[in-house]
């Protein structure tokens, strides 16, 4: 099992910083997650890169933890330093009345397909977001297909008659 005592350093690191953008850390088979308030997401990203040189944004995906749970979404964002080889995921959560977080696109250009993916799939709605659009389905098709309660067989929105 790795290591997760430089990772908690940089985590404390953020929290003697930026306190109010930490809300949670939980370690779990070798990796930490940071739990961030939506609000602080774009501040809590611009530390990890310009002050703790995670440079990289990995990964950022959607989870749907069901239409039963509340908060229902998560924001994940996956973390990497070039500079000191290690990985840190930021999370957010989203309730289902009020999907909206920030772009971080202002921080990693990258952000801005991921976060793309991320509305397409799952109905996320990135607040500033420079292009906000589908980009894996056709602009008319209607909801989500990674949400939880959509239909399991899906459905043909096009005839092919």
Do not use: Q
């Not at 949670?24 to 703790?52: D, N, Q, S, Y």
């Amino acid at each position: 099992m790795p290591d997760t005592k430089p990772l908690l350093d940089f985590v404390e690191k953020l929290k003697a910083e930026k306190p109010e953008a930490v809300t949670e850390v939980r370690e779990a088979l070798g990796e930490v997650t940071v739990f961030v308030p939506r609000e602080h997401i774009v501040e809590a990203c611009r530390f990890m890169k310009e002050v703790l040189d995670f440079d990289m944004l990995a990964d950022l995906c959607g989870v749907d933890r069901g239409p039963e749970e509340d908060p229902r979404f998560e924001v994940n964002y996956h973390l990497f330093s070039t500079k000191h080889h290690k990985r840190l995921r930021l999370k957010v959560l989203l309730s289902e009345d009020d999907p909206h977080v920030a772009t971080v696109t202002t921080v990693w250009k990258t952000a801005n397909w991921h976060e793309r993916e991320t509305y397409d799939m799952f109905g996320i709605i990135f607040d500033g977001h420079p292009d906000l659009r589908r980009i894996l389905l056709p602009s008319d098709f209607d909801g989500h297909p990674l949400r939880k309660d959509y239909p399991l067989r899906g459905y043909e929105p096009y005839s092919l008659t």
